[in-house]
Structure formats: C-alpha cells, structure tokens
C-alpha cells in the first residue's frame, strides 16, 4: 500500500503553477450511458457517450501580479482550451498525472469572505478529455541542455499517446533564442531516439498527441537552443 499525504499535490493551470494557493483540489465526473435496451432483454443494456470530468478547485485568494486570482481568471477569460494537470499526492517521475488539454471554466469563479477566515476562491474546470500520465519529472529550472531520468514501462506500446507540457519560466538569448522540449522513448534505456518535440520561445503550455511505437523506456528532455537561459517547466505522458 501506497499513501500520500494531500500536501504534496500538485496543481498546474496553463504556465501557472497555482498549488501554493490550493486548499483543495478534486476530479470527479460521468459517462454519458445512452439506454440501448429493447423488449426481449434480459436487463437493461447502455451504449457508452462522452465522459463529462470535472475539477473542483479551492484555494486563497490573491490578486496580487500572479496571485490565484489572476490565475483562474485568465483561464475563465482564455478564448481556446486551456491545459490543466492535476497530481494527487506527488508529482515525483513515474507517478500519475490527470491531465487535459481541453480545460475551460464556464462559470465565474467564486470569491468567498466571512469573519474570522481569510478570503477564499473556488472554481469548477471543465476538464473535457482527462488523460491518466505519468510524470517525467517534479517541476524544475535548468540552464543547459539536460535529459531527465528514465521510466521503466515495462513494454512498448504501438497505438502512439499524447503529452503535456507547462513552462512557468522563460529565457534565451542568442542562437535561436529558444528551447526544445522533447519526450523521448527506448528499447534499451541507453540508445535514445525523439517521440515529439516543441520548440518554446515563451512561457506557456500544450497538449500534444504522437502516433506509433512508444518503446519501453521514455524520458524528458530540454535543448538549449540560444546562447545562453533557462526555463522551468514540467510534463507527463500517456500511452494511447
């Protein structure tokens, strides 16, 4: 039996990490079942629709530059998607990821003050399409070129994937003046080979979807593109 403690989860929402304002965090959700039944069944049979997952966020409110109330507010004004992952309990590599590339908040979120407590915000994500990832790394800054540490999976898998990238913190200058971030896979944890890779020139964050084999063993990597700068960032990936 593995046990986390609730103060070691992690929230991302777009290029914020919002986890030092997070009280509370939970992803709940449905699955449309379309009834299918007809006379002569033996018991009532469903056809499987779209799945409905939400995340119920609570946490400070701040209003300050990068305050949680900024944060929330850029993703219920974002006129596309937003990209949004949740870890519950540790976001250390390998460990599970529920992330979406399709978030969106449709209501205003609520702010909330009563005597004795200090002022609170909560807001309901539409996460649409959640995706159990893993984790190729806590959220770090580096300066150069780095490859992070590998996962072990066990096997390949040949029905391709998706992954999700967020980049808190930016900079470059010279060459390019960007980063490349990479997910990389192999069959042998020593000879590597590019799965799919971005070219960043700012903060931000994407889902992005791959096609084919992922081999067993797969890892994140950053390339300095520029002169010199750094970025921090974190990601995970799914096997289709």
């Known amino acids: 039996m593995t046990l986390y403690d609730s103060k070691d989860t992690i929230v991302y929402m777009a290029q914020y990490d919002i986890t030092t304002y997070t009280t509370e965090a939970g992803l709940t959700g449905s699955r449309n079942l379309h009834e299918a039944t007809t006379f002569g069944s033996a018991g009532a049979t469903f056809h499987p629709g779209t ?3 939400t995340l119920s966020w609570s946490g400070l409110y701040d209003d300050g530059t990068s305050g949680s109330e900024v944060i929330v507010n850029a993703l219920k004004g974002a006129s596309a998607e937003s990209v ?3 870890y519950p309990g540790t976001d250390a590599i390998g460990k599970l990821s529920m992330a979406s590339g399709g978030a969106w908040i449709g209501e205003d979120p ?4 009563s005597v004795g407590s200090l002022v609170a915000m909560s807001a309901s994500i539409n996460m649409g399409l959640v995706t159990r990832s893993k984790s190729t790394g806590t959220k770090s800054t580096v300066t150069a070129s780095t490859s992070g540490t590998s996962i072990d999976d066990a096997a390949s898998s040949a029905s391709g994937g998706d992954w999700v990238y ?5 900079t470059a200058s010279g060459g390019n003046a960007r980063w490349q971030v990479v997910l990389q896979h192999s069959a042998n944890n020593s000879s590597w080979s590019d799965v799919s890779s971005v070219n960043v020139s700012a903060v931000g964050a994407a ?7 992922l081999n067993r063993y797969v890892r994140q990597r950053v390339v300095l593109d520029a002169s010199s700068g750094s970025i921090t960032f974190a990601a995970s990936y799914n096997r289709a």
Do not use: C
């Open 110 to 113: 609520s702010v909330d003050a």
């Open 166 to 170: 967020h980049v808190f913190a930016f």
């Open 207 to 213: 889902k992005n979807s791959f096609t084919g084999t």
């Open 51 to 53: 799945e409905t997952p």
């Open 84 to 86: 949004v992952s949740y």
